[in-house]
T-cell receptor
Framework: DAGITQSPRHKVTETGTPVTLRCHQT?????MYWYRQDPGHGLRLIHY???????DKGEVSDGYSVSRSKTEDFLLTLESATSSQTSVYFC??????????FGQGTRLTVV | DQQVKQNSPSLSVQEGRISILNCDYT??????FLWYKKYPAEGPTFLIS?????DKNEDGRFTVFLNKSAKHLSLHIVPSQPGDSAVYFC?????????FGAGTRLTVKP
């Protein structure tokens, strides 16, 4: 257990509603990442953070925003959920040029 | 823009033989490379990594090779075991971000 927790683990939401996923770490790692996993696409980077209030876009950032107001929490918000955002979302933490540790994932279904 | 590519969606090998998983990248800024293993309903778990200053790193049955000029890395598993059956992802990092390939599903047959 690398001290990383994602919540909720499962969520079903309706199209058009906002959704926030939370990633919490107890390791004080600098880097935090949000990925989505879809069949045939592997893990695609949505957004990442390299410090408090320092975030940047990944390869599939449209429709998502993030915030990191303190080291331990990295929030991913779907501003208006769409069916194409149905996916499994993974958060990862990383100290530096080292391995990253992943959370258990959040399965999000948009109906 | 897919900066990390794993062109083989699946690989099947016999127990005891060598498994070779391949990965290509396009961004020259990547300077650290990693391999992850993933089982269903779990997060990916770290296997082995390599820095761009090296061309080989070994850890038990797992060896990663890096060819910078070809922008290619590979993971060798020898001998392969049925418990190695999983999806394997390669990742490349640099400039703070970390990108993954689409994964290769390895099946090791007893």
């Amino acid at each position: 257990d690398a001290g990383i927790t994602q919540s909720p683990r499962h969520k079903v939401t309706e199209t058009g509603t906002p959704v926030t996923l939370r990633c919490h770490q107890t390791e004080n790692h600098r880097y935090m990442y949000w990925y989505r996993q879809d069949p045939g696409h592997g893990l695609r980077l949505i957004h990442y953070s390299y410090g408090v209030k320092d975030t940047d876009k990944g390869e599939v950032s449209d429709g998502y925003s993030v915030s990191r107001s303190k080291t331990e929490d990295f929030l991913l918000t779907l501003e208006s959920a769409t069916s194409s955002q149905t996916s499994v979302y993974f958060c990862a933490i990383r100290f530096g040029d080292t391995e990253a540790f992943f959370g258990q994932g959040t399965r999000l279904t948009v109906v | 823009d897919q900066q990390v590519k794993q062109n083989s969606p699946s690989l099947s090998v016999q127990e005891g033989r060598i498994s070779i998983l391949n990965c290509d990248y396009t961004n020259s800024m990547f300077d650290y490379f990693l391999w992850y293993k993933k089982y269903p309903a779990e997060g990916p778990t770290f296997l082995i990594s390599i820095s761009s200053i090296k061309d080989k790193n070994e850890d038990g049955r797992f060896t990663v090779f890096l060819n910078k000029s070809a922008k290619h890395l590979s993971l060798h598993i020898v001998p392969s075991q049925p418990g190695d059956s999983a999806v394997y992802f390669c990742a490349a990092s640099g400039n703070n971000d970390m990108r993954f390939g689409a994964g290769t599903r390895l099946t090791v047959k007893p």
